[in-house]
């Protein structure tokens, strides 16, 4: 019970015959103007009130928003619960444990460290599509999984019985966000607080940027990193600033053959142009009323790649009649409106909030669309698909000569990625002539296979040689998954085919859309080209896409092909599906399947033909693409709400492999010293109860100077460990084998691995590694070293060794939207323990500069308008920060000054830059944070 009511907002609302303890939102001044997701913080406020972290201004403060102003107010927001996945949840549960032992070493009692907040975790990140296109590839991939996961997955057990208020879904279940939408989210939340039964918005956040999913069933939330979770699960409110909230009218409706994918593709677009980064987004408007709740959960899915922290729909009968079909029982449901209507939450088209700024779409006017090469935002409409892809390809394929065309047969007209014979000369002379002649064919590198079984084939640039439907932004959406089932159905009786160099995967993001896809017979059509379930995860769209085809691999490694993916995803960042794929495109289920059969992006679908049916007529795509009504009929007639009620009755239960696994028992972690997986965390050794002060940074070295656009997924790869690196040294000592080296996401639990592992991502361009390769360009992670003579080009992790024996301190040049992509906590970990102290970027994604905050490296910006380019910067130099000790006499200073000197590795005649950098510690809590060297020691300081 709050300790403070200063508006007398405490009430009792009764529903059906169970009384519940509200805090009504009607007691604030100023409330009925706020826009929904506003009014849910409000009642957030107004139930947490305790007169310290949470204040009677506060709330007023929010009553009387002004939706002009610039966010400058700090509230403290309590989320009802916290979600997570198991790569970024494995370490919140590591250093959890970590935590039982500092605090027992500092004398406090270990059972403190006990989430205080319901902690809930999906597995769903670490299943691999190692094997596709058989009956037998999900029995198997399981298998594989548990081979490679059994330490972690004990790990995980042990965690679920040490710990009150967590539970784990167990692997092969379904994704986290879709779980979320379908079972785990409440919409209303309820739970006993002090003997009192108290209802109140559900509200969460996750250690994966998509939490926003849940936001299209009217729950506010959004992605944190790890290091943030943790704090939230022991009882620490997120501070933060009250937002501007972006009001986006819906008009119109969806028109035929435009999907939810197209839509909210169309949207990424309009958001990121208009600039949404740390601003709520909330749909609003009559529109709202005809877009299905699953179109809803697609578009909150993609807020992190708009930019905003949340997008939000209100509650409405959509949503009470999801809630209802996805199994909530009816005492739920009552709850959900009775509270939603006696708290100014359910929607109302006629009435229109206040917003900062106002966005309006038409739905009738989108238009089916793809995005790519290497980002979500690059918004390509699918008429212009083949033409885009001319252009792009310039930029990924390698040149070409005379001699390779003529070593390797081809076959037909750029780009050659059809099955047939070899050409004769003349056809190969005619390609060199038009190859010689410039143009898009100029990227034109065919490749011929002979494969142990089939027919040979040929591929060349711009090949697709990866087609997944996948992630939970479309799995979750049963009228793109049935439009793509439909679509197979009708390409098998055209008697179509993939192309046999495509893989082909399917991962449903919950049991439940198998049982659909069984019912309608669809799933026989999927596999019938190819699409076979490979696991419930995430699989392609964060990496888990397992090999190529083997002669696929080998020609496009041999011969340094850009060949494409096409997946149904929400990430398609350069190096993370596939490193064998340098050009990755998001697409709906249907135009996946589409895409299978073109098995090319250099293809036009209203102009080039899938293939021939069995008369011998050319097939094309509006030939096969299901009408509304057909998608429609077929989930009326397969979808019910007793398929939910039975998959999620035993969602905590497991099957028999994870039921048998052996799990440790105790209060603290008795750890393997022997493990490559679960180890240790390192952030608690030699910690004081003292506070050391906070010092300014001097004599630092710069570790690596980048462009824009650098994600968390360049920061801290979750895919492949390659041979080679750090990370796969460190394995081998260890005495694994390469095929055993799983992923970087899969070791999580594991600081060594992940450590060797930050900035190894093989696209990270790194322009300080230029000037010792003649201004080439040069991939991969990493650096220069200048401990050494001459400042040599060093792996990133054995340069940090060096300068960290030396003492001398590390520091990171960066472009815009820095750190942008997937919450990921060992981006800002792996950052810290390599000795990085700051890091000095145009502008920063919203969750990394506040990891980076919690892990202790401060976030800078370069002054408006100014880059490390354009201030003659090139990482050569000797970079001081002044100005940071004002922080231990309690004062954030709004800004620091940078000093860079030219040192011995510094071109001739390069002067010193002197600068004005913005420190972006932008509330009182983060620098709390900051001064107490993490928010992990913050924490644990205040609980002992």
């Known amino acids: 019970m709050a300790s403070v009511n200063s508006f007398g907002a405490q009430d009792t609302l009764r529903v059906g015959d169970t009384d519940y303890e509200i805090f009504r939102v009607d007691t604030v001044p100023g409330y009925d103007k706020l826009p929904f997701s506003l009014k849910v913080l409000l009642e957030n406020l107004l139930r947490t009130e305790d007169g310290a972290n949470v204040t009677k201004a506060q709330i007023e403060a929010l009553g009387s928003w002004d939706p002009d102003a610039e966010p400058d107010t700090e509230i403290q927001f309590t989320p009802a619960r916290v979600v997570m996945q198991d790569f970024t949840g494995v370490p919140c549960i590591v250093d959890l444990a970590t935590m039982r032992e500092a605090v027992t070493k500092l004398g406090g009692d270990p059972d403190k460290i006990n989430p205080l907040s319901p902690a809930e975790m999906v597995i769903d990140h670490s299943v691999i599509a190692d094997l596709f296109g058989t009956e037998n590839a999900l029995e198997r991939n399981v298998e594989l999984e548990y081979e490679r996961n059994g330490e972690r997955y004990q790990f995980l057990r042990w965690g679920q019985t040490a710990f009150d208020d967590f539970k784990v879904v167990p692997p092969g279940t379904g994704i986290v966000h879709q779980v979320n939408i379908e079972h785990l989210a409440k919409v209303i939340y309820d739970r006993n607080v002090d003997g009192v039964l108290r209802a109140y918005p559900d509200t969460c956040v996750g250690t994966d940027s998509h939490t926003t999913m849940v936001n299209g069933l009217g729950v506010l939330g959004w992605g944190v990193g790890g290091i943030e979770a943790e704090a939230a699960m022991l009882g620490q409110p997120v501070s933060m600033l009250i937002p501007r909230v972006v009001g986006f009218k819906l008009t119109g409706e969806i028109p035929a053959g435009v999907t939810a994918t197209d839509v909210v593709l169309t949207i990424t677009d309009m958001l990121r142009k208009h600039g949404v980064v740390g601003k709520f987004v909330e749909f609003y408007g009559e529109g709202v009323g005809s877009v299905p709740l699953a179109n809803r959960a697609t578009i909150g899915n993609m807020s992190p790649e708009f930019g905003s922290t949340a997008a939000m729909f209100p509650i409405d009968d959509v949503t009470i009649d999801y809630l209802r079909l ?153 009228s793109v998954m049935i439009a793509a089932g439909l679509l197979a159905k009708k390409a098998v009786e055209k008697g179509l085919q993939r192309k046999p160099w495509v893989k082909t995967t399917l991962g449903p993001g919950s049991k439940v859309v198998t049982d659909y896809y069984e019912k309608s017979g669809l799933d026989k059509s999927l596999e019938a080209i190819g699409f076979y379930t490979v696991g419930y995860g995430c699989t392609i769209c964060i990496g888990n896409s397992g090999p190529l085809i083997e002669e696929v691999s080998a020609a496009v490694n041999d011969h340094d092909l850009a060949v494409t993916a096409v997946l149904s995803g929400n990430r398609n960042f350069e190096g993370r599906i596939s490193p064998d794929v340098k050009m990755n495109y998001l697409a709906s289920p249907p135009l996946v399947v589409a895409y299978a059969l073109a098995g090319s992006m250099h293809f036009d679908f ?192 054995d340069a940090s060794q060096n300068y960290q024996e030396q003492g001398i301190p590390l520091v990171i040049f960066g472009g815009k939207e820095y750190g942008s992509g997937s919450s990921r906590d060992w981006a800002a970990k792996g950052t810290s323990l390599l000795g990085v102290k700051a890091v000095i970027t145009e502008s920063f994604e919203r969750i990394h500069r506040s990891n980076l905050i919690g892990m202790g490296v401060v976030p800078l910006q370069f002054p408006a308008g100014k880059s490390w380019k354009s201030l003659g910067l090139d990482g050569t130099e000797v970079v001081s920060i002044t100005g940071l000790e004002k922080l231990n006499e309690g004062v954030t200073p709004k800004t620091v000054t940078v000093t860079a000197e030219p040192s011995e590795f510094s071109p001739e005649g390069k002067e010193t830059v002197t600068f004005e950098a913005v420190v972006r510690i932008d509330t009182p809590g983060e620098a709390d944070y900051y001064r107490n060297g993490g928010i992990l020691q913050y924490v644990l300081r205040s609980l002992v």
């Not at 996805?326 to 088209?349: F, N, P």
């Open 326 to 478: 996805t199994g909530r029982d009816e005492q739920t449901v009552a709850l959900v409106e009775a509270y939603a209507k006696a708290q100014s939450l359910w929607h109302d088209a006629r009435r229109e909030p206040s917003f900062s700024e106002y966005m309006e779409l038409d739905l009738s006017t989108v238009v089916p669309s793809i995005a790519g090469p290497k980002r979500p935002q690059d918004r390509i409409l699918l008429s212009e698909s083949k033409a885009q892809f001319e252009k792009d390809i310039l930029n990924y394929a390698s040149p070409t000569t005379s001699k390779s065309i003529v070593d390797l047969e081809s076959q037909g007209s750029f780009p050659a990625s059809d099955p047939g014979g070899a050409p004769g000369e003349e056809e190969i002379e005619t390609r060199e002539v038009h190859i010689s002649s410039g143009g898009p064919a100029a990227a034109s590198k065919p490749v011929r296979i002979t494969p142990s079984e089939g027919a040979p084939y040929t591929i060349d640039n711009g090949a697709v040689t990866l087609a997944a439907i996948t992630s939970c932004t479309n799995t979750s959406n049963p």
């Open 606 to 797: 209203e102009t080039d033909p899938l293939g021939k049916d069995p008369e011998g007529r050319d097939v094309f795509l509006k030939d096969i693409w299901p009408a509304p009504d057909e998608v429609q009929e077929v989930i009326d007639s397969s979808i019910s709400r007793e398929q939910f009620i039975k998959q999620y009755a035993t969602v905590f239960d497991g099957d028999e492999r994870w039921k048998n696994l052996p799990t440790p028992t105790g209060p603290v972690f008795e750890w393997n010293q022997d493990s490559t997986y679960v180890r240790k965390a390192p952030y608690f050794d030699d910690m004081t109860m003292e506070l050391t002060p906070v010092t300014d940074i001097r004599g630092a070295r710069v570790m690596a100077t980048l462009g824009d656009s650098v994600t968390t997924d360049h920061i801290s790869p979750a895919g492949n460990i390659k041979i080679g690196t750090p990370a796969a040294k460190y394995l081998e000592e260890h005495g694994v084998r390469q095929k055993d080296f799983n992923s970087y996401g899969s070791r999580r639990g594991n600081h060594e691995v992940m450590i060797r592992g930050t900035f190894a991502n093989i696209r990270l361009k790194n322009a300080l590694v230029s000037a010792v390769n003649d201004g080439a360009v040069v991939e991969g992670g990493y650096t220069r070293d200048f401990t050494q003579p001459g400042g040599p080009q060093s792996f990133i992790y």
